[in-house]
């Protein structure tokens, strides 16, 4: 069990550009840190630098307490797991778990021991002879993490390992990971940019975006309370709504529907709200805002309504779209006229200039029953 | 689906490939049929009246000790280029994988020697090698080294290998090259983190997977051997001194055209045509099934 700190990692390609950006990041003992992001966000380059395939430009990497900038991949004691697995094509899957602990000078006798351990453990012994080529991606995937595991390195590094599977393995292969990682208790830190696999797996979410954190927290912390517009938008599924908004003296205003919610603390002026499609509710009566129903798409338990605001007052103000996730057999159809509201508890403000989340308590304003009077 | 053009013009197909027909016709079909008759013949130097002698020229190749000599100085000789030719392109190559900057100017100079005709690669070695004017040959005095090949065949032999070593390179350095870059750079990474250093992962990694390029290139060096140094053992030491650097094909054009004896020198020209064959069976055989992943 290791630790992993990162303090001011900067990486400039040598075509001038930077991938990551000053990135400073604390990862404690046993934790299962997720990165996700969008593409292109510097999350491989992050992890490669990590494990030593990429220089660090500048700033300080330390495994326990101790500086491995210029250490070679083979001297930080980590393993790694990659997108395409890179399994050794020529050799046998026991070879190449093996490997590893060939290279370290392991006895033979050990490394036939802890090889046939992880086969039973990731349920492929009877797989070892086999080449590469001769497995289904599962297999595959199982035979990458046998060769991390056997090395019993210091960190686990995965680079989305599963996204050459399809649907239903990845969530098997999902828990495996992660019932794995509790037993082994190995820190790991583990890159996608699929935000169900990070928000399964992690203990800590790490929100990257253009190469600098955006938040850190635990998945439920934020979902709760997303920072910006852009962690707000990008975890949960279906996401966020946000809509463009005004505050006035009388609350909250979304083209001429008003919230009664009490504004006095904030600046007069364009916001933004954040509306998850799952805490929006469906109301006959006293609605905030009404929208129409353009599209329904049925999921089963869950309707996802695709929906356009009516402001029915304004010509000037364009309509803003939403989604809205309802019961599974509610009857609504595609041109339904609905009422919305949301429980203050859930609505999120974010500035209009910043995209930062507005952190106050929002009150209901006493006169909500005189507006609808 | 086939792959395969559909013409319905049956003449058309028949008109396109008639050039290269033509030409492997008059180039290889006519003299190689040349050859396998007259390896029936006695012919007189003059070329005057011949008459057929059955396998007897085949018969008195056997039991001549200086065509076995020249089947084994064959052997030495490309065994030695095929190795050193492959050993250094395979170091380069590694070498170049990794040159970033300037990569483009490296790899052109390596190639050159490729473009250059075997004849002007002998007399341009030759000179190099001139006991009198040469400068490797100084280089080589310099080290205490007696440096004669007009005299001594051990120096000739290598003055032929090297030659030929030199010119084949080129060749083998293009295709380990595209070998090894074809090789994923994640399996490098892979072994990196593994513990294995940049000379194992070659020797684990790198040289196993490109083990059908090599074996490609290994058939394709001793043809070259054989049959491709002819122009470089005329122009630097004509098969001599003694016989000692007279391989296969150089007897059989020394045979024939100085010595004047067809029937014997069409009779080698068929085994070296059977080895050819032979050799390409032998790579298609192997390269597909053995050596792919
Ligand atoms: N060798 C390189 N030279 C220059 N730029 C690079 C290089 N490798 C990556 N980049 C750039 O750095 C940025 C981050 O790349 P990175 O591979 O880390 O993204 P990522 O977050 O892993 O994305 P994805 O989810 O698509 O894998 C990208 O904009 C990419 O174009
Ligand atoms: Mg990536």
Known sequence: MSTLTLSNITKSYPNGYQAVHKLSLNIEEGEMVVLVGPSGCGKSTLLRMIAGLEEITSGNLKIDDCLVNNLEPSERDIAMVFQNYALYPHMSVYNNMAYGLRNRKTPKADIQRIVNDTAEMLEIEHLLERKPKQLSGGQRQRVAMGRAIVRKPKIFLFDEPLSNLDAKLRVQMRLQIKKLQRRLATTSVYVTHDQVEAMTLADKLVVLNQGTVEQVGTPLEIYDNPASVFVATFIGSPAMNILDAKVTKEGLQLGYSLSPIDTQSLKPG???????????????????????????????????????????????????????????????????????DIDQKHLHLFDADTSKHINIDLKMNSKRELLYA | ???????????????????????????????????????????????????????????????????????????????????????????????????????????????????????????????????????????????????????????????????????????????????LQSVPKSLHEAAAIDGSGPVKRFITISFPLISPTSFFLLVINFVYAFFDTFGIIHAMTQGGPGRSTSTLVYKVYNDGFIGLNLGSSAAQSVILMIMVALLTVFQFKYIEKKVAY
């Open chain 2, 1 to 179: 689906m086939s792959s395969q053009a559909v013409f319905k013009n049956k003449w058309l197909p028949v008109a396109l490939i008639s050039p290269q027909l033509l030409i492997t016709a008059v180039f290889f079909l006519w003299p190689a049929g040349q050859a396998i008759f007259q390896s029936f013949q006695l012919e007189d130097p003059f070329g005057l009246n011949h008459e057929f002698v059955g396998l007897e020229n085949f018969i008195h190749l056997y039991n001549d000790s200086n065509y076995l000599n020249s089947l084994f100085t064959t052997l030495k000789f490309s065994i030695s280029v095929a190795f050193l030719a492959m050993i250094s392109a395979l170091i380069l190559s590694a070498f170049a994988e990794h040159i970033v900057r300037g990569s483009m100017f490296y790899r052109t100079f390596l190639i050159w020697p490729y473009a250059v005709a075997p004849l002007v690669a002998g007399s341009l070695w030759l000179f190099l090698f001139d006991p009198t004017i040469g400068v490797v040959a100084e280089l080589l005095q310099w080290f205490g080294v007696n440096w004669n090949p007009t005299l001594n065949s051990a120096h000739a032999m290598w003055m032929v290998i090297i030659t030929s070593t030199w010119k084949q390179i080129s060749y083998n350095f293009l295709f380990f090259l595209a070998a």
């Open chain 1, 270 to 340: 364009d916001i933004k709200l954040g509306l998850r499609p799952e805490h929006i509710n469906i109301v006959e009566k006293m609605p905030w805002f009404e929208v129409e129903v353009e599209l329904v798409e049925s999921l089963g338990a869950d309707l996802l309504l695709y929906c356009k605001t009516l402001y029915h007052k304004t010509m000037d103000e364009t309509a803003q779209s939403l989604v809205v996730r309802a019961e599974g057999h509610s009857k609504i159809e595609i041109g339904d006229i609905l009422g919305l």
